[in-house]
Each structure stands twice: as structure tokens, then as C-alpha cells.
């Protein structure tokens, strides 16, 4: 495509216009599907769009506006969230508290100096200070989960001295080239290997865990950090087992390597505790954290770290940085979303609402077998597992056409995820259940079982 300033001109005060308005014209909607779809294929990734974008095969549902447990698409017909954005929005969509936070900082300061102490960063530190377990105590800010992982993969190195790492199958940790390597799934790490040297062993084996640890210390290959989710996001909703995480902890200090727990996924109060690690009582050596750190209104992670993580990096604290990481509009949107998490007790509203939609769903497994196995997880950290793929998918395709979002993990629909914004109300679990067991029975009419 050519250059052409005057047309960019244009369109950029025509989608300026678009943004400021608080109602749209059947016209303008229309527009915008229209130049949604086809900017999507022709700017963005054509690939992605026949894959799908969402069980929306009609690509009508072009998302425009969100509110607590719901979002709108630009036709203004509602959804229920329960995919949550994979684990974003922990405060609702829009939280009013979050959003006034963000809305006060931007009207005083947007972007910080990155020369001055700028306060809000270092608030924000004591905070995830003060809601981590154990003696996790520093924290870099960063832009997205992957980059906490970076930095986690980084602070083990320069603790350590090493450069091997371990890492479960199933386990998900972004695609950036340090986080890819820890990432299980071929089909995401097989086009760019060689990458970092790890190794990955099945998630919640402690003999498997034992043995690649003497293996590496005995051959010499000593471990930098084992890096595990204590629950499988992408991986299909795996719990740890009880233990298995108290048992790496053990290992690791045998044998001198950094326990990382990515709880980006898990995290900020979705599995019924503000950090699903606690469940076990073990604290890890480094954290990363993202998603739902920004309360679904900014994009913010960290990577926290005890003193022992931090020490050659207080050295020289030009070990690791980055120009936008803990800026102050989203310092302010993650400061408010603690305060929520706390003031609204929601970790305690994700265990209640979890157990009721465990049991709700479980109950529908024993009625539907032939197409729904069960639901596991914790708090609202929820998998339901599908005899196939294909009757998940048409299940989530169900639950659409019925105003409900909900989306499978690893490409895959064998596992749809169910992790919707933790204020979601009564009301709207039981329309969810209600739905899916609409959906249930049209799959099974549809293959006559
Ligand atoms: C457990 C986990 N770690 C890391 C990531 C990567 O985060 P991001 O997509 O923000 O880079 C994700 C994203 O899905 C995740 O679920």
C-alpha cells in the first residue's frame, strides 16, 4: 500500500469522531464492521481471521463497549463475559474505581519522565509488596505478562550464574523468545528454536521433578529456575497437585536453583486467595504477575522478586529496564484494582461463585457424558472438559448464538475456559448454566446420542 498522508489525515478524524460519540447511526455501525473485517485481513493478519476470531463465524460481533460482567458489540446486543478476557478483567469490565483512577492521573500526568522518582511506581511496589506472600518484597513493572517472565528468566541468570531452566508440558509463559522457551506446545516454539535450554517435564510429577534436577546437577547442567504455573492456563486448566509445588520449592533448594511461579493467569485473587500459590503455603523466589493486574483497563505485569533475587540488580540497576514499564496511568489502574480486589473481598466472592458453578456443572457432566466429561479448576479459574474438540467447539458456538462468551485453550476446544470478571453477579451464573445446558442438549440432538 502507498503512502498517503491526506488519507490518514482523514481517517484519523474520522475514527477520532467515531470514538467521541455516544451513539452511532445503523450506517456508521455498519462502516465499521465493514472496515473492521477487511483492515483485520489487509492491516492486521488474514490468517487470524479465517482461523477465527471468536465462535462469531459471521463476523458480526465486532466488540464496542463493556460494563461490569457484560460487553456490548457495536450493535449493542449484550454478552455475558465468561471468558474474562483469559483471566483480564478480575475487577469487571470497567471497573468505575479503576477507571477514576486512570481518568485522575491522565488529567494531571500521562507518561512519567523517566528521570524523576515518580511515586506511583514506588506505591505500587509497597503494595504488591504488602499482598505477596513470604519475604517477596522488590518488583519491576512491566508491560505484559511475557515481559514478567523475561524478567524473571533474567533476575534467576544473573542470580545464579546459570542458564538452564525447567519447565512443565502444558505450561504457557507468552511468546517472546526468553518466555517461548518455556512454553511446551511445538506448533508456538518449533519455528524458532533454537531457543533458551530448556526442559520440560510433566506438570505435577515430583518424581519427574527429581529426577531432571539430580539428572542436570549430575551432568553438570546446574538449574538457573524452575519456572511452573500452579495452575495450567492455556495447558487445559490443571491444577497443581497438593504438594507438588512445596516439593519444587524443596528441590530448588537443594539444589540452588530459583522457583518462579507465573501467576499471570492465576493470580490477583481469580482461584479464591489473592495468589493461588498460598493454597500450598509456599512462597516462590520470583513472581510474575500481568492480566488482571491492570484490572482489565491497562496493560500491566510485574516481575517481584525477594532480596536474594535482587542483589545484582541493585548492583546495577541498568541490569533491566523499559521506557513504559510502570507508568504512572498504569500504576494508578493497578493501585485501584488492589484496592478493590481487598475493599470488595472478591478473592472470597471467586471462591463461593467457583464452588457453585464446580458443583452447577458437574451435575450437568453426569446428565450430558457424551459430550462433557467435567469442570475442574479452582475459584473462578474453571475448565470444562468436552469428549472432543469438535463438541467443544460447537458448544462454545452454542453458548454464543445465546449471548455467552467463552473460549477453549491452546488453539483447542476440548477445554473451554470459564474465567469470568469475579464481581460477576448471581443472576448472570445462573443464566450461564441455564444456557449451557441449552447447549448441551442441542448437541445432543444435533449427533442424536
Ligand atoms: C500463565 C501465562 N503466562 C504468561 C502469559 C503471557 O502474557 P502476555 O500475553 O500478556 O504476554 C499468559 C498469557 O496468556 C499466561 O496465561
Known amino acids: 500500500m502507498s503512502q498517503d498522508l491526506a488519507a490518514a489525515k482523514r481517517e484519523s478524524a474520522y475514527v477520532l ?6 451513539t452511532l447511526t445503523p450506517e456508521e455501525r455498519q462502516r465499521v464492521i465493514k472496515d473492521s473485517v477487511q483492515y483485520w485481513a489487509n492491516h492486521v493478519n488474514e490468517g487470524f481471521l479465517q482461523y477465527r476470531k471468536s465462535v462469531s463465524t459471521d463476523y458480526t460481533a465486532v466488540e464496542w463497549s463493556d460494563e461490569g460482567a457484560c460487553f456490548k458489540d457495536i450493535n449493542g446486543k449484550e454478552f455475558i463475559d465468561m471468558l474474562g478476557g483469559f483471566g483480564i478483567y478480575v475487577t469487571g469490565h470497567r471497573h468505575p474505581k479503576v477507571l477514576k483512577a486512570v481518568l485522575d492521573q491522565l488529567n494531571r500526568q500521562g507518561i512519567h519522565s523517566q528521570e524523576l522518582i515518580d511515586p506511583l511506581r514506588t506505591y505500587l511496589a509497597h503494595l504488591v509488596a504488602l499482598i505477596t506472600p513470604g519475604d517477596l518484597q522488590f ?8 515481559e514478567s517472565i523475561e524478567g524473571c528468566l533474567k533476575m534467576a541468570v544473573a542470580t545464579t550464574g546459570r542458564h538452564k531452566f525447567i519447565g512443565c508440558l502444558g505450561g504457557f509463559h507468552g511468546k517472546s523468545m526468553g518466555s517461548l522457551g518455556g512454553t511446551s506446545k511445538a506448533i508456538f516454539r518449533e519455528p524458532f528454536l533454537p531457543l533458551l535450554n530448556w526442559t520440560h517435564v510433566p506438570f505435577g510429577d515430583v518424581d519427574a521433578l527429581k529426577m531432571i534436577m539430580a ?5 553438570g547442567d546446574r538449574v538457573a529456575a524452575v519456572v511452573i504455573e500452579p495452575i495450567q492456563g492455556e495447558g487445559g486448566i490443571n491444577v497443581a497437585p497438593p504438594g507438588y509445588l512445596a516439593a519444587a520449592r524443596e528441590l530448588c533448594d537443594k539444589y540452588g536453583a530459583m522457583l518462579v511461579f507465573d501467576e499471570i493467569q492465576c493470580g490477583m485473587g481469580r482461584t479464591g486467595k489473592m495468589f493461588y500459590c498460598e493454597y500450598d503455603g509456599v512462597v516462590p523466589d520470583l513472581m510474575a504477575l500481568g492480566k488482571g493486574f491492570g484490572g482489565g483497563v491497562m496493560p500491566i505485569g510485574a516481575t517481584v522478586g525477594t532480596p536474594k533475587t535482587w542483589e545484582k540488580y541493585i548492583e546495577n540497576p541498568f541490569l533491566h529496564t523499559t521506557t513504559f514499564g510502570g507508568n504512572p496511568v498504569c500504576c494508578a489502574a493497578a493501585i485501584a484494582t488492589i484496592n478493590v480486589l481487598l475493599d470488595e473481598d472478591l478473592p472470597a466472592q471467586a471462591a463461593k461463585k467457583g464452588d457453585y458453578l464446580l458443583k452447577n456443572i458437574n451435575d450437568l457432566a453426569k446428565k450430558y457424558p457424551k459430550v462433557l466429561k467435567l469442570c475442574r479448576g ?6 470444562m472438559e468436552f469428549t472432543n474438540d469438535e463438541l467443544g467447539y460447537e458448544v462454545a458456538k452454542s453458548l454464543f448464538a445465546r449471548q455467552i462468551l467463552i473460549s477453549g485453550t491452546y488453539i483447542n476446544a476440548r477445554v473451554l475456559r470459564i474465567e469470568p470478571p469475579l464481581v460477576i453477579p448471581q443472576a448472570q451464573l445462573d443464566r450461564f448454566l441455564e444456557m449451557l445446558e441449552e447447549s448441551l442438549q442441542e448437541t445432543y440432538r444435533a449427533h442424536k446420542f
Not at 479452582?378 to 475448565?383: A, D, S, T, V, W
Open 215 to 219: 539428572s542436570c546437577d549430575f551432568s
Open 17 to 22: 469522531d467515531l470514538i467521541s460519540k455516544k
Open 139 to 146: 518488583a519491576f513493572l512491566t508491560n505484559s505478562g511475557t
Open 378 to 383: 479452582k475459584g473462578l479459574m474453571l475448565g
